[in-house]
């Protein structure tokens, strides 16, 4: 290996348990130790599972030396896991109160099938209660730091995940992605993330759905966060495939990357826009970028526009505030209802426009999916003459921490101008509603030494080609900086 063990990729790690040139057991104690030394000044881990993760480990040892087979591709890999997906006899918190003694008696799908591949679970990570923020910090467990500077957010929902595997913490996470909420903690935290095709990865036992609840967020997916993205690829297979009551009657088969060579591919890149403007630093980055893809001679169309922004992140914002009112209390949903009603028809404010979204009728919300697949047949137009499109994965770097201020007080800077705060999942908002795959590619750093990232967008059920363009430009890239902790 090139650096410590623990340290090291998922595919290294990987090679070295099935070459038996390390056991499950040996890397595990070094994960554990180096949690003990690390993360108390980070906070990404927030419940241990020490005693049972030794047992699993121990165990996967011994299969190898018995058979000398694996159970699967994650064979004896520690890792940890988000604290949003039910993990059994394991507590499971999604950062809530209400939730704090939730032990589940059944794996969320996602974890039964890391299971399944032989992963070790021996811990979970930090998340804002039920999700519902983007940076990461609760009552229950504090405030999650960046692993690259403390006063900056690792962002959130899935900032524990980032912060873990950007920290050596773990070498894999499985976050999830309603609003950029896997793909803007892993641009703060300088790892690599993908939002998979939404339907490919299974979403049942993923609070904030309340525990028990079979259905979920109609735009929430899981998907992998790593240190490479030759390990995003490890962990989507890992990942996708049909619900267990889906498994009898259909396969998933991705399709191969569209081309071999960088230089094949046709690429969009959408460096900036008045919609949500980036700052000075992020738009050097796409310049850069952009300059890379052109020395390798890809075919480069720079005045690419697939979609109004402004439309396609309002009819975003509108299916969002409806499917999150389905675990609202009766009480709090009919004072929304009762307040809405009471707008002036003339009230265009974005506090009203979000009680009309949470409070529209069916009848609203099926013309607004209607918008939706329109929309999605826009992007399927636009991915006949573009293989990709690049763009900025948000507006800045990591953006100082706000947890402990009331959301209408929070706001991000970019370049001196206050700017809402949640303008800082726009670029990731383009793909959410509309089922695309978008990988974030760490690509260099701010003067001050914060991550920077890229997103590269695919088109539906091109996780590879996503993943393969994501690769290439790893290539051509700075190495990825890790932070002092990491050490």
């Known amino acids: 290996m090139r650096t410590a063990p623990h340290l090291a990729p998922a595919r290294e790690q990987l090679a070295a348990l099935r070459s038996k040139q390390l056991s499950s057991r040996e890397l595990l104690e070094l994960l554990l130790k180096h949690h003990e030394n690390t993360d108390p000044a980070l906070n990404a881990v927030v419940t241990l599972d020490a005693d049972h993760a030794r047992e699993a480990a121990h165990k996967a040892d011994q299969h190898l030396a018995r058979t000398g087979e694996t159970l699967g591709a994650l064979h004896g890999l ?46 979970k990570t930090n998340t804002p209660a039920y999700c519902q923020d983007i940076q990461t910090g609760n009552d229950l467990f504090g405030t999650t730091k960046n692993p690259f500077a403390a006063d900056r957010t690792a962002g959130g929902s899935s900032g524990g995940p980032a912060a873990a595997v950007a920290a050596g913490l773990s070498s894999l996470e499985v976050g999830s992605d309603l609003a950029g909420s896997l793909r803007l903690p892993a641009h703060y935290c300088g790892v690599y993330a993908l939002r998979p095709t939404h339907g490919i990865v299974a979403t049942r036992g993923h609070i904030p759905r309340p525990p028990g609840w079979i259905t979920s967020g109609d735009m929430l997916t899981p998907g992998p966060i790593a240190r490479t993205a030759d390990d995003l690829g490890l962990l989507l297979d890992v990942l996708a495939g049909p619900a267990p009551t889906d498994a009898a009657a259909w396969r998933l088969d991705l399709p191969a990357p569209r081309h071999h060579r960088l230089g094949d591919y046709r690429v969009g890149v959408w460096a900036d826009d008045p919609y949500c403007h980036v700052d000075t630093e992020t738009g050097e980055l796409i310049a850069r970028v952009t300059e890379l893809l052109s020395d390798a001679g890809t075919r480069l169309d720079t005045t690419t526009r697939p979609v109004d922004f402004a439309e396609s992140d309002r009819l975003f914002q509108t299916l969002m505030y409806a499917t999150a009112t389905a675990s609202a209390t009766g009480d709090a949903f009919q ?39 329109k929309l999605v047949r826009q992007w399927d137009e636009y991915f006949t003459g573009h293989d990709v499109l690049i763009t900025p994965a948000a507006p800045t770097a990591a953006v100082p921490d706000q947890t402990s201020a009331p959301l209408p007080q929070r706001y991000i800077t970019v370049d001196g101008e206050k700017r809402p705060y949640f303008d800082q999942t726009a670029w990731a908002n383009l793909t959410s509603h509309v089922k695309l795959p978008a990988a974030v590619v760490p690509a260099g750093t701010t003067k001050a030494g914060l991550p920077l990232a890229v997103q590269v967008i695919g088109p539906r059920y091109a996780d590879r080609t996503v993943l393969a363009v994501a690769t290439h430009l790893s290539r051509l890239l700075p190495p990825v900086v890790a932070p002092a902790l990491r050490d």
């Open 335 to 373: 004072g929304e209802v009762a307040a809405a009603a009471a707008l002036a028809d003339d009230d265009h404010s974005p506090g009203a426009f979000y009680l009309r979204a949470r409070t529209q009728r069916h009848r609203d919300w099926l013309l607004s999916n209607e918008r939706r697949e």
């Open 78 to 123: 520690p890792i940890t896991v988000k604290d949003a997906f039910e993990t059994a006899h394991l507590r499971t918190t999604c950062g809530a109160p209400g939730l704090s003694d939730h032990v589940p008696a059944r794996d969320a799908d996602a974890v039964a099938r890391l299971r399944a591949a032989g992963a070790v679970i021996f811990g």
